[in-house]
């Protein structure tokens, strides 16, 4: 099972939006709702920002958002602030190893 | 509030063993799913392994298949990872995991393994 493909980085200035891909197959993405993305700041442990392709865990600002279209599921950060540099995994359930993760994705806030 | 504590990281040479433990609290530990997930050294993340609730169902990476061994204790509210003829490639931070359809929704703070002569 091959890891999702994410991009390296992304950059946005503070107030504008960004938009992190997640790019997988039929088997795993594309098959079930079952996406997630995770923030991890340096040094700290991943925190859970979206499950079920769309849904914000209680406590995660309404900044956040996803959503899915065929293989490719899709992570937006608006009015980007400084806190939200860091770097961003996807993760999606999969038939055949229950669980894969993204390449992950280095925010950059200019 | 939930929390996850991993416990029993530390440095072993090639082919030694280890065995990480997690203590849950906050929650009713026999209710849910759990995994071991690792991060190698500015590296992704890796599913290492996941047990059901029960016990009944586990899955390991194929990375760790034949090395690695899970386990739960749910009298003791306790998740572990038996990690045999260890590799200089599982180097990583090992964490506990709360995990629902391969969701992860609480992870522990992380224990490192490191793996060197």
């Known amino acids: 099972q091959s890891a999702l493909t994410q991009p390296a980085s992304v950059s946005g200035s503070p107030g504008q939006s960004i938009t992190i891909s997640c790019t997988g197959t039929?088997?795993?993405?594309?098959?079930?709702?079952?996406v997630s993305w995770y923030q991890q700041h340096p040094g700290k442990a991943p925190k859970l920002m979206i499950y079920?392709?769309?849904n914000r865990p209680s406590g995660v600002s309404n900044r956040f958002s996803g959503s899915k279209s065929g293989n490719t599921a899709s992570l937006t950060i608006s009015g980007l602030q400084a806190e939200d540099e860091a770097d961003y995994y996807c993760?999606?359930?999969?038939?055949?190893?229950?669980?894969?993760f993204g390449t992950g994705t280095k925010v950059t806030v200019l | 509030q939930v929390q996850l504590v991993e416990s029993g990281g530390g440095l072993v040479k090639p082919g030694g063993s280890l065995r990480l433990s997690c203590a849950a609290s906050?929650?009713?530990?026999?209710?849910?799913?759990m995994s071991w997930i690792r991060q190698a050294p500015g590296k992704g993340l890796e599913w290492v392994s996941y047990?059901?609730?029960?016990?009944?169902?586990?899955y390991y990476a194929d990375s760790v298949k034949g090395r690695f061994t899970i386990s739960r204790d749910n009298a003791k509210n306790s998740l572990y990872l038996q990690m045999n003829s260890l590799r200089a490639e599982d180097t990583a931070v090992y964490y506990c995991?709360?995990?629902?359809?391969?969701?992860?929704?609480?992870w522990g703070q992380g224990t490192l393994v490191t793996v060197s002569s």
């Open positions: 995991a709360r995990t629902e359809m391969a969701t992860v929704d609480y």
């Open positions: 906050g929650f009713t530990f026999s209710d849910y799913y």
């Open positions: 047990i059901s609730s029960s016990g009944s169902t586990i």
């Open positions: 039929s088997s795993d993405v594309g098959g079930y709702n079952y």
């Open positions: 079920d392709v769309s």
């Open positions: 993760s999606s359930y999969t038939s055949s190893t229950w669980g894969v």
